[in-house]
């Protein structure tokens, strides 16, 4: 069986677009993957966390994952917590000695988010090398993510490239798996940008744990256009555009039926359908959510994906070790 593997930052609750890019799409490959599954709570300290609210949000991922449909009791499915896994700071450290720092510091990520932090950490700038070796652990053939992440994916195929070109046969070469709708949602307030749980305006995102009230009201809110015309149009049309594909994620549409239905309206009645649409999938995941923390099961699936991926990744780091020259032959 080929493997998928992704992960979603615990910087806050996941939002309606940390579902489209990633979450939805392991739900649908889950049954024909090896699928690991991992929350990086290494990548989220890259900018300040507060640890309590870090160690909450970490268990409140696991369970959303499987509210929203992930199956942990799939034999395939490994669900684990990346700093319970020492290999992947050590190859991490690996890979930030073989890449030049220009790099990692020309990353769409890493120029956003060094602007909202003043004295942003060395981490920051090498996260990208983090999650290569979070990544190429495991010899993966997709890596189910949004078009954010996809500058990252390809800065860890180029060092897998280089690494076999230069070492010998180490690592898989992974490819991004990018959802064809919803690859980019947008922030409801600032449509240029992409939708983020780490925002500091909470009405910019709809977060998955938001009362049915509150996200009606975000979606109600939503920056659109002047225009009052109902196309998809991402470039002239950022707003408009982000509710049909908001609405097609959540329904199951296509682009293409959602500008039929909904042309020739008003902006109102889009944003009423888009906020039922995304109230009548989410508000189920809550209830199983709550389920899902009350039963008490989130232990055994951490402690039983952390043993299983350790196995994984300390063969592959052996490899690698012994290919630079680390330690004793
Ligand atoms: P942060 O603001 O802390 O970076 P985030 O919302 O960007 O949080 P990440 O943990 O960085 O979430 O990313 C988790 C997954 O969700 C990745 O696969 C990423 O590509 C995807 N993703 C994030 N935001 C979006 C979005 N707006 N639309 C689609 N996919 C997204
Ligand atoms: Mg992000």
Same mark, same amino acid.
């Given at each position: 069986?080929?493997?998928?593997?992704?992960?979603?930052? /615990?910087?806050?609750?996941?939002?309606?677009?940390?579902?489209? =890019?990633?979450?939805?799409?392991?739900?649908?490959?889950?049954?024909?993957?090896?699928?690991?599954?991992?929350?990086? +709570?290494?990548?989220?300290?890259?900018?300040?966390?507060?640890?309590?609210?870090?160690?909450?949000?970490?268990?409140? !991922?696991?369970?959303?994952?499987?509210?929203?449909?992930? +199956? /942990?009791?799939?034999?395939?499915?490994?669900?684990?917590?990346?700093?319970?896994?020492?290999?992947?700071?050590?190859?991490?450290?690996?890979?930030?000695?073989?890449?030049?720092?220009?790099?990692?510091?020309?990353?769409?990520?890493?120029?956003?988010?060094?602007?909202?932090?003043?004295?942003?950490?060395? =981490?920051?700038?090498?996260?990208?090398?983090?999650?290569?070796?979070?990544?190429?652990?495991?010899?993966?053939?997709?890596?189910?993510?949004?078009?954010?992440?996809?500058?990252?994916?390809?800065?860890?195929?180029?060092?897998?490239?280089?690494?076999?070109?230069?070492? =010998?046969?180490?690592?898989?070469?992974?490819?991004?798996?990018?959802?064809?709708?919803?690859?980019?949602?947008?922030?409801?307030?600032?449509?240029?940008? *992409?939708? %983020?749980? %780490?925002?500091?305006?909470?009405?910019?995102?709809?977060?998955?744990?938001? /009362?049915? *009230?509150?996200?009606?009201?975000?979606?109600?809110?939503?920056?659109?256009? %002047?225009? #009052?015309?109902?196309?998809?149009?991402?470039?002239?049309?950022?707003?408009?555009?982000?509710?049909?594909?908001?609405?097609?994620?959540?329904?199951?549409?296509?682009?293409?039926?959602?500008?039929? *239905?909904?042309? #020739?309206?008003?902006?109102?009645?889009?944003?009423?359908?888009?906020?039922? !649409?995304?109230?009548?999938?989410?508000?189920?995941?809550?209830?199983?959510?709550?389920?899902?923390?009350?039963? #008490?099961?989130?232990?055994?699936?951490?402690?039983?994906?952390?043993?299983?991926?350790?196995?994984?990744?300390?063969?592959?780091?052996?490899?690698?070790?012994?290919?630079?020259?680390?330690?004793?032959?």
């Amino acid at each position: 069986m080929d493997r998928l593997l992704t992960g979603l930052q /615990p910087s806050g609750s996941l939002t309606i677009g940390n579902y489209a =890019g990633g979450i939805s799409q392991i739900v649908n490959y889950q049954k024909d993957y090896e699928t690991f599954l991992f929350v990086p +709570d290494m990548h989220a300290i890259t900018v300040p966390q507060d640890p309590e609210a870090l160690h909450r949000n970490i268990i409140n !991922a696991i369970a959303m994952y499987i509210a929203c449909g992930v +199956d /942990p009791n799939l034999e395939n499915m490994h669900i684990y917590i990346q700093s319970e896994n020492l290999y992947h700071a050590n190859l991490s450290w690996i890979f930030e000695c073989h890449t030049p720092h220009g790099d990692l510091t020309r990353m769409h990520q890493f120029k956003a988010k060094s602007a909202l932090h003043e004295a942003f950490t060395e =981490g920051l700038v090498t996260y990208p090398d983090l999650m290569a070796a979070d990544i190429l652990l495991y010899d993966p053939k997709y890596v189910p993510t949004g078009i954010d992440q996809k500058q990252h994916v390809e800065l860890a195929r180029n060092l897998a490239i280089r690494f076999n070109n230069r070492y =010998g046969e180490l690592f898989r070469i992974p490819e991004p798996l990018i959802p064809t709708i919803g690859a980019k949602i947008r922030d409801l307030q600032n449509p240029e940008q *992409k939708m %983020s749980k %780490s925002t500091d305006n909470p009405k910019a995102s709809v977060f998955l744990s938001d /009362p049915e *009230k509150t996200i009606r009201k975000k979606i109600m809110s939503a920056v659109t256009d %002047s225009d #009052g015309i109902i196309k998809f149009d991402e470039e002239n049309k950022p707003g408009v555009s982000n509710l049909l594909t908001i609405y097609s994620v959540f329904t199951g549409s296509t682009i293409e039926d959602a500008v039929a *239905k909904f042309e #020739g309206g008003g902006y109102g009645d889009l944003k009423k359908a888009v906020a039922e !649409a995304v109230v009548s999938k989410v508000v189920p995941f809550q209830d199983k959510y709550n389920e899902v923390m009350n039963s #008490g099961i989130i232990d055994d699936i951490l402690d039983a994906g952390r043993d299983y991926t350790i196995e994984i990744a300390r063969e592959k780091y052996e490899l690698v070790r012994k290919a630079v020259g680390f330690g004793r032959i």
